[in-house]
């Protein structure tokens, strides 16, 4: 088993700046792709992005990219994601995910979740 616990949520202004956490614990040497996924209130979770958890591969879903940046901290079994610009459409509960297989943009494609940390961005 994997535990997942995000960090890091908040209330912050448009046009600023919000970096969320998601520590790992557990059976992490069977982890080999982190993602990051949001859900807004009565919209589908979406994916919002992920990384090879050895590192060289990234993902981004078209409406991130370029504000977001996901990177990992493989001696603190942490992956973190850095959003600049935010937008009040970015306010939702982000969930951090992580599985055994490839990376995926896919949902439930992931094992392992965390409980989610809310983002609002306040216009």
């Known amino acids: 088993q994997v535990q997942l616990v995000e960090s890091g949520g908040g209330l912050v202004q448009a046009g600023g700046s919000l970096r969320v956490s998601c520590a790992a614990s557990g059976r992490t040497f069977s982890m080999h792709a982190m993602g990051w996924f949001r859900q807004a209130p009565g919209k589908e979770r979406e994916f919002v992005a992920a990384i090879r958890w050895s590192g060289g591969m990234v993902y981004y879903a078209d409406s991130v990219k370029g504000r977001f940046a996901i990177s990992r901290d493989n001696a603190k079994n942490t992956v973190y994601l850095q959003m600049n610009s935010l937008k009040p459409e970015d306010t939702a509960v982000y969930y951090c995910?992580?599985?055994?297989?490839?990376?995926?943009?896919?949902?439930?494609?992931?094992?392992?979740w965390g409980q989610g940390t809310q983002v609002t961005v306040s216009s």
């Open positions: 995910a992580a599985r055994e297989g490839v990376v995926t943009t896919v949902s439930y494609e992931y094992n392992y």
